[in-house]
């Protein structure tokens, strides 16, 4: 998938800009010479003219992705784990995730600011993990629409006394869809009424089936209130981490996702990254979203500054130009030119993108009055 713009096609054509104009007007394409073209749209000029589209030529110079240098798979080291939490509302999501932080980060971090950035890590038997702060389901919904994966593992907590719910079944689509295995947390053991056999029963619908029964899903009855339990599914989450075989180059520059942005008095624009590939560091020139930026300060999650990140650390980071969306893919570059070049044709991109949006719109709003 690439594109070019007017200008630039002519160019490689050797043709007049004028002249690809007017053939894009005999297709119904309305185009300035600053216009991007779609690869379909370059591909029929191109036959028009006999030329075959080249590989080389139809390369995206706006997609971020075309920047990622692909590493030596001798470079690859293990890496943490990048865990999401979902699951139907009230099922115990928000109590678990502060109930596996307080077991496992304040206990060694003793006054330490817990800060909420998006995201935090923890350590378990000298291996770090790390989980998604943000609600589940956005984790997944807005962040996957703009073709970001940030999550590894998915925990789905289920109220052992409620059993499967509506929230419950889409959480198991977006994971399924993204084709992250599933833990399941069945939650609220310590209450009356819990029936956590019932929940095993219902998930089988899902082709969630227990090793017991023959299947291959994780099950970990607990208590996220009263502390129970967690420490199995640490343990558990550690395994199939293994599994998983999860693995970067720390040696690379960082490229990543935002997991969430923001503007703040004084500070200026605020964004949680996830370093997902690389390291992240004090001074690096950056793109992301459709901004350009260099990294003034990293604050990690536990509220202290750091001047490094690695892969599958998230870290709040100032110095953007912008403010971000959650998804958006954040890639260094080494050179700061060339990154407030693509971020500028990004940006020009989008204005485009929302331009023709906006006219379609109209478009259809003249075919309904008519
Ligand atoms: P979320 O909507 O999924 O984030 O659910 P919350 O974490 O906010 O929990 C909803 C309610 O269930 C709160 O009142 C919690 O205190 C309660 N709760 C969560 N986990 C447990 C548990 O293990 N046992 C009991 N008895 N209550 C729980
Ligand atoms: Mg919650």
């Known amino acids: 998938q690439g594109s070019l713009t007017v200008g630039e096609l002519s160019e490689k054509l050797g043709k007049d800009s004028s002249e690809i104009i007017k053939k894009l007007m005999m297709l119904g394409v309305m185009a300035t010479i600053n216009q991007q073209l779609d690869s379909e749209t370059i591909e029929l000029i191109c036959d028009d003219y006999g030329v075959e589209v080249e590989e080389e030529i139809v390369v995206d110079k706006t997609d971020l992705e075309n920047y990622i240098v692909e590493d030596n798979e001798e470079d690859l080291i293990v890496r943490p784990a990048v865990v999401t939490i979902m699951g139907h509302v009230d099922h115990g999501k928000t109590t678990l995730l502060d109930s596996i932080r307080h077991t496992k980060v304040t206990e060694g971090e003793a006054g330490g600011i817990t800060q909420h950035i998006g995201a935090y890590q923890i350590e378990s038997n000298n291996k770090k993990i790390t989980f998604l702060d943000t609600p589940g389901h956005a984790a997944f919904t807005s962040m996957r629409s703009r073709g970001a994966q940030v999550t590894d593992i998915a925990i789905l907590v289920v109220a052992a006394d409620d059993g499967v719910m509506p929230q419950t079944v889409e959480a198991i689509n977006h994971a399924k869809a993204a084709e992250v295995p599933i833990i399941i947390a069945v939650n609220k053991i310590d209450k009356e009424g819990a029936d956590p056999s019932r929940v095993m029963q219902e998930l089988t619908e899902y082709e969630l089936v227990p090793e017991d029964w023959g299947g291959d899903t994780i099950f970990v009855p607990l208590s996220a209130l009263q502390g129970e339990g967690i420490d199995d599914l640490v343990e558990m ?68 500054r750091v001047t490094e990140a690695g892969p599958s650390t998230p870290v709040e980071v ?48 003249l075919f309904e009055q008519i």
Request: proline share 2%; hydrophobic share 35%.
């Open 318 to 365: 100032t110095g953007l130009n912008g403010v971000p969306h959650a998804g958006d893919r954040f890639v260094v570059f080494t050179d700061e030119k060339q990154a407030k070049q693509i971020a500028d044709l990004r940006s020009q991109k989008q204005v485009e993108e929302d331009r023709g949006s906006s006219a379609k719109v109209n478009l259809d709003d």
């Open 237 to 304: 989450i550690n395994l199939v981490a293994e599994v998983e075989e999860l693995k970067a180059n720390p040696e690379q520059t960082a490229s990543g996702t935002v997991i969430e942005a923001q503007l703040e008095k004084g500070r200026g624009s605020v964004a949680t990254f996830l370093v997902q590939n690389g390291t992240l560091k004090i001074g690096d020139s950056l793109v992301v979203g459709t901004t350009y930026g260099r990294v003034r300060a990293m604050v990690n999650d536990l509220g202290k």
